[in-house]
């Protein structure tokens, strides 16, 4: 008798909450493989992010690709814009066509119970929707002043992002690097 197959373990995101840009570049941090890399990661990391994109018919080849595209082209112009230098013409390029891609309108809908309400539309593909979502996102941060607080986590090896609301934040999470960081202090102070 054979076992049953046991089921792919989703991955495990390190850190969600930050703005929507800042979530799709944290999907690769430093020690692990990309946590995107394939439909059912993506899959995943879609069903965190449902509030924010709603939710998305598929996550196939075609939405892998169009993700990591502009996953891409959004962390090379971030690293340029947090410097405060001119983003590289490539990736605002890809950014400007994924958003391009599936153009967004108001549609108007009756609804019994809230009455008349102007609904987001994007036409499109699948992953041309989500490429252009995302790179809206991109946008959004890139043309935010704040921009330039973007912060890479202080912690040893960690390369996540986060856009810190109070100045003195230093780590992704202060329950993981943060405590990691105060437990390599205390032990330097300690040595025999």
């Known amino acids: 008798m054979t076992a049953a197959p046991t089921p ?5 995101f390190p850190l969600t909450g930050e703005p929507l840009v800042l979530d799709l570049l944290n999907t690769r941090p430093a020690g692990t493989d990309d946590l995107i890399a394939g439909p059912e990661g993506l899959a995943a990391w879609l ?17 892998v690709a169009a ?3 502009v996953r891409e082209a959004a962390g090379a112009a971030l690293a340029a814009a947090r410097r405060g230098e001119r983003p ?3 990736a605002l390029r890809a950014l400007n ?5 599936a ?6 809908v009756w609804m019994p119970e809230t009455g008349l309400t102007a609904a ?3 036409a499109g593909t699948p992953a041309r929707r989500l490429a252009a979502e995302l790179a ?3 946008a959004d941060l890139l043309t935010d002043p704040r921009v330039r607080g973007v912060r890479e986590c202080e912690g040893a090896d960690c390369v996540l992002l986060f856009l810190p609301a109070h100045p003195r934040r230093r780590w992704c999470v202060a329950s993981a690097c943060g405590n990691r960081a105060r437990v390599a202090r205390y032990y330097a102070r300690h040595k025999p």
């Open 67 to 69: 993700v990591h595209a």
């Open 136 to 138: 809206e996102a991109a």
């Open 47 to 63: 069903t965190l992010q449902e509030a924010r994109l709603g939710p998305v018919a598929k996550a196939g080849p075609a939405e």
């Open 97 to 101: 066509e994924a958003s391009a891609g």
């Open 103 to 108: 153009p967004a309108h108001r549609e108007l």
């Open 8 to 12: 792919a373990t989703p991955p495990v």
């Open 88 to 90: 590289p013409a490539g």
């Open 120 to 122: 987001p539309h994007r």
